[in-house]
C-alpha cells in the first residue's frame, strides 16, 4: 500500500508529465497554424528548439545509462586468475 506522501509524489509527476505533454504538443501541432503575429507565440520557445530539446535530453538519457551501465559492470567484474 503505497503512504500518503507517494501518492502525493506520483500525483505531481502525473502532473507535470501531463502539462509537459500539453505544453509540447501545442507548440508543435497547433501553433504552426496560429497567425505569427497572434500574442500566445509569446508563451512558447522558437521552434529550432523544438528539435534541440528533445535530442539533448535523449544524449542525456543516452549518457546516463551507459555510465550507470559502466559502474555497475565495475563493480561486479572479477579479478583475473593468476597464471603460476
Same mark, same amino acid.
Given at each position: 500500500? *503505497? #503512504? *500518503? #506522501?507517494?501518492? @502525493? @509524489? +506520483?500525483? +505531481?509527476? =502525473?502532473? %507535470? !508529465?501531463? @502539462?509537459? %505533454? =500539453?505544453?509540447?504538443? @501545442?507548440?508543435? =501541432?497547433?501553433?504552426? %497554424?496560429?497567425? !505569427?503575429?497572434?500574442?500566445?507565440?509569446?508563451y512558447f520557445?522558437?521552434?529550432?528548439?523544438?528539435?534541440?530539446?528533445?535530442? =539533448?535530453? +535523449?544524449?542525456?538519457?543516452?549518457? %546516463?545509462? +551507459?555510465?550507470?551501465? *559502466?559502474?555497475?559492470?565495475?563493480?561486479?567484474?572479477?579479478? *583475473?586468475?593468476?597464471l603460476?
Open positions: 500500500m *503505497a #503512504t *500518503a #506522501t507517494d501518492q @502525493v @509524489v +506520483g500525483f +505531481g509527476l =502525473v502532473a %507535470f !508529465s501531463l @502539462v509537459l %505533454f =500539453v505544453y509540447y504538443t @501545442v507548440w508543435i =501541432v497547433i501553433l504552426p %497554424f496560429i497567425d !505569427s503575429d497572434h500574442g500566445i507565440h509569446q520557445l522558437p521552434r529550432e528548439y523544438a528539435v534541440i530539446i528533445p535530442v =539533448v535530453a +535523449g544524449l542525456l538519457l543516452l549518457l %546516463f545509462i +551507459g555510465i550507470f551501465i *559502466a559502474i555497475v559492470m565495475w563493480k561486479n567484474r572479477k579479478p *583475473a586468475k593468476k603460476d
